[in-house]
């Protein structure tokens, strides 16, 4: 007790004392406006900072920042499109200093002089970490639906890929991925709420669609540890921050529109009609009579030209102390396969006070979204792909044409499926904040934020197969039961309504000083957050309809009903810290931590602490620079940091109890009792870490006409959590997910922009980026259980069970694992009877590695990665006078894909299957495969590509009364493809597998966007 009253009497006395000093020494503010050289017109979002602070302009142009100590400043501001610039000042104690500050117009492609990080904001010569910002102005132009397309090729070392469905699901990987099993996604925060690992809920395709990309103000990509570990266990695969648009300068409505079409560009190379005659003719003439007399384009029967609609609606604005922006839109678009398609209706506002003189900023945020999605019934594409095309879709009688009822393993007609089957979607989501800034009047040194977030979504996804369907007919004939069963269910609904609601609390407080005596600023942060989600997933399913005439609409009596709740909660603490510390405007510090404590480990593996730390030294500030003119900017950066991984399962480290099915009853006599099993958990279950470095260079030539920044980074994961195969008694599964290994990823990027010709708003203007990583990606250590260092993943259609891609030390992860094929004096696979010996095996076609005389699982070989070795991307943007030209283009090198139609459908005796008669990949005819050769290197390809994302032109329209802005365009999306790749398309997923992934499209675009 003595010693918690002396602690209190010292905390008085030294409250005291700050008052005491404060009184003496009272700071000032500084405050002003900024406004357009050329128009005298007030800027809104104009990035001011005076020492370490930093302000942004409103929509009156105006800015103010207190807590300014006595003495004189810089204060620099910039703005995308304009010539940075820079005034001095002198700050009086108590006093407040005004400025005004023109702006004059340019063309600079640079980033803003204010990025956002995690709980604050940073001046761009202040960063020590790898931060790129992305502004609206170089955004991805054309049919964008979700936020990730944005920036696809506009960040070095950030790779964005799509599956091409609209809406689809998006991946991105910065800097490479970390995880096997654990989501290797950023982490997305929008407007200061974080969202869930992988974007939180969906009814199917991409989560993150909910948000109007026409909304966003500026992306964010935080990629290292130092600017990364103020987020903790989920920063590991990097921070993707979103900010919204804010209100602007008196009231403006905008309203935007674009229609597009879409068509397939690539299609998979199988035969035709009449190479198909011709190959079952030699090579399985017993078969001729299954052929039919008619030419059928089967792809081509559920494929069409997608056509798409976007109309945007915004109006702004803003008084002496407040601004405004509410928003509305509406998506529609088809795919390019029948039956898929996704709509979009959304809404949005964003509100900003200030009250109390400016001391307390109260922000208010909320958006929400309808998203529908049709998806194509899973079996429509890969069916239309193989079918027999010399059938016809319909039969005499006018009813859909199936094969023979002798042939139940045949693909059934896509075509009646596609018409008969139904799968769709809704999703409901909402985000919000709502977020209070105040100002100490007592200490202007410190500001207090407290922000209270949620994310909530519903969704639904219905499924529907008619008794009618031909597969539901032949379940009928090929399930098994017994005889005194009741007769196999046929007819089929399904729904799933999950709901998932999380709420987050953020509470911190930041100090801003500057320390006059040692010339230096220090910028500290602490605060504490806390996050709950809770979901329920509702699942029921009926088969052996009474009746197909509610269709989805409605339950009719079933044979079998099945409905199961799951229920899931988990919980996020965290206490976080970070210090900015600045000395003569040069030598620039960073220290952050993190303690992180979630309830998706045991107790004992709950918390962790997420340490970083950076320097960085403004070269170009020194005094042996001043001669040299053409350096405007040379800053170098290191940093070293620790991040945490927790994106996994609820509940992995305590068993659940599971009824079991018709396969797992155990026998008591003459009776089979259902079994109620545990599953199996590794309790020590414990957090992905990953420690990384990196080293930058930011520079920045000839007045910043050229700028960009070179980095190399070292990241090292640990305790890696993956489902692995355990030794058979050791739990009531075969499989338990566990730490298993390591992994490393280190490499190079390389950004330059450059404004090569500024002709003004009457010349010609020509801006130009380009951005080039290099990743390595190593395994280094795997454990995967009963001793074993090879772990096989990535299924393919093909044999049962089949896996062509491996978990092994010292080869990239998901590595392609292969036989070699023995090839021939002109490079093509052998196929004959190398060894002469009368029979041809696998030692005639495979090497023996191990030369042991026999080829088995042992000769199989880690061979190539899907992950490309390089990442380019270059942005070309020009104007004259009123018109404007820009592509992306998009470039990767060294990644490989695994033809799985080829190798699945590239053999003769595929035509003996009992799925009757189906067609084969065109690629029979080159290497004459008899049999399958599943595990070959030869279906692994080269898949490298150079892609022209988009193309616009647009022209900006003479202003005339009422309309103050008016601009037309018309933009191509994924123009050309220049590739080896003999699939459908190079990227073919992270994974890269091709089996029947999503038709590539060719979007145009046309559309206008008006100002009033």
Same mark, same amino acid.
């Given at each position: 007790m003595a010693l918690a009253r002396q602690l209190l009497l010292a905390l008085v006395f030294a409250l005291l004392g700050t008052a005491g000093l404060s009184a003496q020494n009272s700071p000032g503010t500084i405050a002003g406006r900024v406004v357009d050289a050329a128009t005298q017109e007030p800027l809104a979002g104009a990035g001011v900072s005076v020492a370490s602070r930093n302000a942004t302009t409103g929509p009156d142009g105006r800015f103010s920042i207190a807590g300014i100590p006595a003495g004189s400043y810089t204060v620099r501001v910039s703005r995308i499109s304009y010539t940075p610039a820079t005034q001095s000042v002198?700050?009086?104690?108590?006093?407040?200093?005004?400025?005004?500050?023109?702006?004059?117009?340019?063309?600079?492609?640079?980033?803003?002089?204010?990025?956002?990080?995690g709980y604050?904001?940073?001046?761009v010569r202040d960063v020590t970490g790898s931060v790129a910002a992305v502004s609206p102005g170089e955004f991805n132009t054309g049919r964008v639906v979700s936020p990730e397309q944005l920036i696809q090729s506009k960040v070095a070392g950030v790779q964005v890929v799509d599956n091409g469905e609209p809406g689809g699901g998006m991946n991105i990987r910065i800097r490479g991925g970390t995880s096997v099993n654990a989501s290797n996604e950023p982490l997305f925060v929008v407007d200061g709420v974080p969202l869930a690992a992988g974007g939180g809920l969906s009814a199917g395709r991409n989560p993150l669609n909910f948000i109007n990309p026409n909304d966003i103000a500026r992306v964010t990509v935080l990629k290292d540890a130092s600017s990364t570990a103020i987020y903790g266990s989920r920063g590991a695969n990097g921070v993707v921050i979103i900010e919204t648009k804010t209100g602007t300068q008196g009231a403006n409505f905008e309203y935007s529109n674009s229609f597009s079409t879409s068509r397939i560009v690539g299609e998979p190379d199988f035969l035709s009609t009449e190479q198909f005659r011709g190959v079952v003719q030699e090579f399985a003439p017993e078969r001729m009579n299954l052929l039919g007399s008619t030419s059928t384009d089967w792809r081509d029967a559920v494929q069409r030209n997608g056509v798409g609609q976007e109309h945007q609606?915004?109006?702004?604005?803003?008084?002496? =102390?407040? !601004?405004? &922006?509410?928003?509305?839109?509406?998506?529609?678009?088809?795919?390019?396969?029948?039956?898929?398609?996704?709509?979009?209706?959304?809404?949005?506002? =964003?509100? !900003?006070? &200030?009250l109390f003189a400016n001391r307390l900023n109260v922000r208010a945020t909320v958006r929400g979204a309808r998203t529908k999605d049709q998806f194509t019934p899973g079996g429509v594409l890969g069916a239309a792909t193989v079918f027999d095309p010399t059938q016809p879709i319909r039969n005499a009688q006018g009813g859909w044409f199936e094969q023979p009822s002798s042939l139940p393993l045949a693909p059934n007609n896509p075509v009646a499926e596609l018409a008969l089957a139904l799968d769709d979607g809704t999703t409901y989501r909402s985000i919000g904040s709502l977020e209070a800034q105040y100002r100490l009047p007592f200490l202007e040194q410190i500001a207090a934020t407290l922000r209270i977030g949620y994310d909530a979504a519903q969704s639904e996804r219905r499924g529907f197969l008619p008794s009618t369907l031909q597969a539901q007919i032949e379940n009928r004939t090929t399930c098994s039961r017994g005889a005194s069963d009741p007769p196999c269910p046929t007819g089929q609904i399904s729904r799933s309504t999950p709901d998932e609601n999380t709420g987050v609390i953020d509470a911190f407080a930041n100090y801003t000083s500057r320390i006059a005596r040692w010339n230096s600023d220090i910028d500290a942060t602490a605060g504490y957050s806390y996050e709950s989600t809770h979901a329920e997933s509702p699942f029921f399913q009926a088969r052996g309809l009474s009746t197909d005439l509610l269709g989805p609409n409605g339950v009719p009596s079933a044979q079998e009903v099945v409905s199961r709740l799951s229920v899931r909660d988990n919980k996020l603490a965290s206490f976080f810290g970070r210090v900015n510390y600045t000395l003569a405007d040069r030598y620039l510090l960073t220290l952050s931590v993190r303690r992180d404590g979630s309830s998706r480990f045991a107790p004992g593996n709950q918390w962790g602490t997420f340490p970083a730390a950076a320097l960085a030294w403004r070269v170009s500030d020194e005094g042996f620079m001043d001669n040299v003119e053409w350096v405007s900017d040379l800053k170098l950066r290191g940093s070293w940091g620790v991040n945490g991984n927790q994106a996994i399962g609820d509940y992995l480290w305590v068993p659940d109890y599971r009824y079991g099915d018709a396969f797992t009853r155990v026998q008591f006599g003459n009776e089979f009792v259902t079994t109620i099993r545990p599953t199996a958990v590794d309790p020590d279950i414990k957090w992905e870490e990953t420690t990384s470095y990196n080293l930058g260079l930011d520079y920045g030539l000839f007045n910043d006409r050229l700028t960009g920044a070179v980095e190399y980074y070292h990241k090292d994961t640990d305790d890696l959590i993956f489902r692995v195969p355990v030794a058979a008694g050791t739990y009531v599964s075969n499989f338990v997910t566990t730490n298993v290994g390591s992994v490393r990823n280190q490499g190079v990027e390389f950004s330059i922009n450059a404004r090569v010709l500024d002709g003004g708003r009457d010349g010609f203007r020509y801006d130009a980026s380009f951005n080039a990583a290099r990743n390595h990606n190593e395994l280094l250590r795997v454990n995967a259980g009963s001793g074993s260092q090879t772990i096989e993943v990535g299924d393919i259609a093909g044999g049962q069970g089949s896996r062509i891609q491996v978990l092994q030390p010292g080869n990239p992860i998901n590595s392609f694992f292969v036989y070699h094929h023995n090839r021939d004096s002109r490079g093509r696979p052998v196929y004959s009877d190398v060894n002469g010996d009368g029979t041809l095996d696998d030692l005639d076609l495979y090497q023996d590695r191990n030369e042991d005389g026999k080829i088995t699982q042992d000769d199989r070989a880690a061979f190539r990665s899907p992950a490309p070795e390089w990442l380019f991307g270059h942005t070309s943007q020009f104007g004259f006078r009123?018109?404007?030209?820009?592509?992306?283009l998009r470039a990767n090198l060294g990644n490989y894909v695994y033809n799985n139609q080829a190798s699945n459908q590239g053999y003769y005796n595929a035509l003996k299957n009992a799925g009757g008669l189906t067609n084969l990949h065109a690629s029979v005819l080159e290497y004459g495969f008899m049999a399958p050769q599943f595990f070959s290197d030869v279906y692994v390809e080269d898949a490298s590509f150079l892609r022209m994302d988009n193309v616009t032109l647009g022209w900006t329209l003479p202003v005339v009364r009422g309309v103050q802005r008016a601009r037309v365009y018309g933009t191509v999306q994924n123009a050309f493809t220049v590739t080896g790749y003999s699939g459908v398309d190079p990227t073919a997923g992270l994974n890269g597998i091709d089996n029947n992934i999503y038709p590539r499209s060719r979007t145009f675009s046309a559309g206008v966007s008006l100002g009033f």
């Open positions: 002198t700050v009086a104690a108590g006093g407040t200093a005004t400025v005004e500050i023109a702006l004059t117009p340019g063309q600079a492609v640079v980033l803003e002089s204010v990025v956002a990080v604050g904001q940073r001046r609606f915004a109006v702004a604005g803003s008084g002496d =102390n407040m !601004n405004y &922006r509410l928003s509305l839109g509406y998506l529609d678009q088809e795919g390019v396969l029948r039956g898929s398609s996704t709509e979009r209706l959304s809404g949005a506002l =964003n509100y !900003n006070h &200030r009123s018109l404007d030209l820009s592509f992306t």
